[in-house]
């Protein structure tokens, strides 16, 4: 079945950087976007940019310009996230998500907690 | 970018209740709406798309409608299963945003 699968949780400190994964099974990796999107505790979904995985193409939220980076390695079917110059307002939980040309998510991952704290 | 507002941001309801929640783009979107459900410790869920589009296995309880700025997620009825946060969101810009929820409470 059609399944994204995310690494699991990290703890950072301040200023350091994030790498989430997330791997793709069930369908062929570059025919669809990935989305990234978090939840801040208690709060709403934020929707973080996209990355088409057949060219590399990226959209970021003008929020997250400079830092954060999507990325994929096709061979594995897996796309990244990274997230750099960490604060305590980024924790989070990260969700990637399969994006149609629509740009509609209907496959999500079941997320990865991202907790920054000294 | 387009500000999605979602009322009420919570709503109590019975079991069998019809449930209906707006959601209102700061410009119009054309109908490039989707809805989502979450509930909690969960992903967000695909319900509808393109404001009125059922996605596949949904139940036909959950419809869309709308056009221009305002759209409405309406549930015929409630049914236990259905208590949870729903989310509205645009996808008209190359920057999508989402609605604030709308948390479905058990009365």
């Known amino acids: 079945q059609v399944q994204l699968v995310q690494s699991g949780a990290e703890v950072k400190k301040p200023g350091a950087s994030v790498k989430v994964s997330c791997k793709a099974s069930?369908?062929?990796?570059?025919?669809?976007?990935i989305n990234w999107v978090r939840q801040a505790t208690g709060q709403g979904l934020e929707w973080m940019g996209w990355?088409?995985?057949?060219?590399?193409?990226?959209g970021y939220a003008q929020k997250f310009q400079g830092r954060v980076t999507m990325t994929r390695n096709t061979s594995i079917s897996t796309a990244y996230m990274e997230l750099s110059s960490l604060r305590s307002e980024d924790t989070a939980v990260y969700y990637c998500?399969?994006?149609?040309?629509?740009?509609?998510?209907?496959?999500w991952g079941k997320g990865t907690t991202v907790t920054v704290s000294s | 970018d387009i500000q999605m507002t979602q009322s009420p941001s919570s709503l109590s309801a019975s079991v069998g209740d019809r449930v209906t929640i707006t959601c209102r783009a700061s410009?119009?979107?054309?109908?490039?709406l989707a809805w989502y459900q979450q509930k909690p410790g969960k992903a967000p869920k695909l319900l509808l798309y393109?404001?009125?589009r059922l996605e596949s296995g949904v139940p036909s309880r959950f419809s869309g409608s709308g056009s221009g700025t305002d759209y409405t997620l309406t549930i015929s009825s409630l049914q236990p299963e259905d208590f949870a946060t729903y989310y509205c969101?645009?996808?008209?810009?190359?920057?999508?945003?989402f609605g604030g929820g709308t948390k479905v409470e058990i009365k």
């Open positions: 998500a399969r994006g149609r040309v629509t740009m509609v998510q209907d496959v």
């Open positions: 069930g369908y062929t990796f570059t025919s669809y976007d």
């Open positions: 990355m088409n995985p057949n060219s590399g193409n990226t």
């Open positions: 410009q119009g979107i054309s109908n490039s």
């Open positions: 393109a404001a009125s």
């Open positions: 969101q645009q996808y008209y810009s190359t920057v999508l945003t």
